[in-house]
């Protein structure tokens, strides 16, 4: 049976999710990321309309607006995606049990047992492209290709509104005339040095004699040239393993106020554990994240002695680190918590406080049942609550 693998990338995830939400957006340049008065934020993502102009995630708004000032700026709405990317990966699960959701807008699955149900790779893509927008209005890109790495790189080259198939034994045909820049694992660093050994396309990388490569890269050599070829071995990991889960903000002017940094904070961490909890997880690792006014960037991390999912050691292990981030006395800009080292939520308790833990992860428990019903906002601890009832961050960004 030949191995057929799928990757699905919804286009302009959170832009068309807000198009959808609100149909006065269809069809004009919108910017995700903040609204224009949030200048310190940076663009999560941008319409297709507003690509146009140059405007790109990850871009700082003051330059979104610059580029595009007759773009909509809006903050977005963590939830609703989430919502869309639970639907997308429900229908993923009817073609194939081995689905992996590599992010919140992108997906691989394995398809080689599912070709005589759904008609071939073109019926099993019609099938998820049709049924996606049926029940998201969604639009998205869809690749089938002999591995994960061509089918990645055939979906970003047929974006968006797209669906490519790459047939066994054309993976480097296919690959052949893309830029260079396009190859997974070609950073900007390897894409300059290969400039300069007259590398333009990834077919030009592939014809490279391996004498020239192991000289420029070393070792790496050996996997570029793989790679270019579209050799590649990797597995659909059903199960996905997030490495870290952590909330960041920049405020709309820089603090020396630790009282009000600290709260925030304790915000940021309350939402980074429901996040963990949600899904099943426990973190060992704490890191608190300081931008301070002339962009240095520290972070100061813990690691602590069990694995926990329970708001109250987060705390404990961020008020251990914040008087680091107090030493220097500069006022800070960009304030983040990340949890990380993870391992499914099945710990051993240790017996001495295993009581209080157990009562507490109850609690929390209940919290989250309600928040799944209300919102996350409407239960908080009293240190977050303290920032008011509707708090407003800016730019709901992804870290990457
Ligand atoms: P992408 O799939 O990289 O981008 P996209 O879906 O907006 O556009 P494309 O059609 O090119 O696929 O990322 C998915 C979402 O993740 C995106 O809509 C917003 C969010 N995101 C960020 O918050 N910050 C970032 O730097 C990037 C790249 C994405
Ligand atoms: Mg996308």
Excluded at 1 to 20: G, N, P
Excluded at 82 to 106: C, F, N, T, Y
Excluded at 156 to 166: E, H, I, L, S, T
Excluded at 253 to 272: G, T
Aim: charged share 25%.
């Amino acid at each position: 049976m030949q191995r057929r693998i799928l990757h699905i990338d919804m286009d302009a995830f959170f832009a068309s999710v807000e198009q959808v939400r609100d149909p006065r957006l269809a069809g004009k340049p919108l910017i995700v990321g903040g609204a224009p008065e949030d200048r310190r934020g940076v663009v999560s993502t941008a319409s297709y309309e507003a690509r146009k102009y140059g405007v790109h995630s990850a871009m700082s708004l003051t330059e979104a607006h610059r580029l595009c000032p007759h773009g909509i700026f809006i903050r977005g709405n963590f939830e609703f995606y989430r919502e869309a990317s639970k639907k997308v990966h429900a229908i993923l699960g009817r073609v194939s049990p081995l689905v992996q959701m590599a992010s919140i807008d992108e997906a691989y699955v394995e398809v080689s047992g599912s070709q005589r149900l759904f008609g071939g790779d073109d019926g099993i893509a019609a099938f998820i492209k049709s049924e996606v927008f049926r029940q998201t209005s969604l639009p998205c890109t869809v690749a089938i290709a002999p591995n994960k790495l061509v089918a990645k790189v055939g979906s970003d080259a047929a974006k968006p509104d797209g669906y490519v198939r790459v047939a066994e034994g054309s993976e480097a045909l296919f690959l052949a005339p893309l830029p260079i820049a396009k190859l997974p694992g070609a950073g900007p660093k390897t894409c300059e040095a290969l400039e300069l050994l007259g590398v333009r396309t990834i077919g030009d990388l592939a014809a490279l004699p391996i004498s020239r490569l192991l000289a420029a890269f070393g070792p790496m050599g050996y996997a570029l040239r793989r790679t270019a070829q579209g050799v590649s071995t990797s597995a659909v990991e059903t199960e996905h393993i997030p490495k870290s889960i952590g909330r960041e903000t920049t405020f709309p002017k820089d603090l020396l106020d630790w009282k009000h940094i600290e709260r925030v904070l304790h915000y940021l961490a309350e939402k980074s554990l429901y996040a963990l909890r949600e899904e099943g997880m426990e973190a060992q690792r704490v890191t608190l994240k300081v931008r301070y006014a002339d962009f240095s960037t520290y972070t100061f991390a813990r690691t602590l002695e069990q694995p926990t999912a329970l708001d109250s050691d987060v705390f404990a292990a961020l008020h251990e680190l914040l008087p680091r981030g107090r030493e220097r006395p500069m006022r800070v800009r960009l304030i983040g918590v990340s949890l990380s080292q993870f391992t499914h939520n099945q710990h051993q308790l240790p017996l001495f406080c295993g009581q209080l833990t157990a009562k507490w992860e109850r609690v929390l428990e209940s919290v989250d049942r309600v928040r799944g019903k209300h919102g996350f906002e409407c239960l908080r601890s009293c240190q977050s609550m303290a920032l008011g009832r509707d708090v407003k961050l800016a730019t709901p960004a992804l870290s990457r």
